[in-house]
């Protein structure tokens, strides 16, 4: 499974910015994607997920619920993130991953996914 992430830029604080990711993979079964970042000196955190076959989405509660939005289309086999009113605090490289078996209760959780994307800059200006 190959995934490719695009959309990350330069932006202004209150501003929006949409990321795309595309996979190469199949998306039967229990698949879903996830958007992940990571800030310098941080560790990765969750920021969204969705389950392909249903749509049902989960959201990183402080950061990304209310701003956030994630979403996908299956025939272009690519999930988005909307992002909307954009905080400096937003700077991170934004990262999609993957995985086809992964439970619902891991959705969240980095390990839980087995393929990456390779990421994309996210720079908010104050």
């Known amino acids: 499974v190959q995934l490719q992430a695009s959309g990350g830029g330069l932006v202004q604080a209150g501003g929006s910015l949409r990321l795309s990711c595309t996979t190469s993979?199949?998306?039967?079964?229990?698949?879903?994607m996830g958007w992940f970042r990571q800030a310098p000196g941080k560790e990765r955190e969750f920021v969204a997920a969705i389950r392909w076959n249903d749509g049902s989405t989960r959201y990183d509660g402080d950061s990304a619920k209310g701003r956030f939005t994630i979403s996908r289309d299956k025939a272009k086999k690519t999930v988005y993130l909307q992002m909307n009113s954009l905080k400096p605090e937003d700077t991170a490289v934004y990262y999609c991953?993957?995985?086809?078996?992964?439970?619902?209760?891991?959705?969240?959780?980095?390990?839980?996914?087995?393929?990456w994307g390779q990421g994309t800059q996210v720079t908010v200006s104050s």
């Open positions: 991953a993957a995985d086809g078996t992964i439970i619902t209760s891991s959705m969240g959780t980095a390990s839980a996914y087995d393929f």
């Open positions: 993979g199949q998306t039967y079964g229990r698949f879903a």
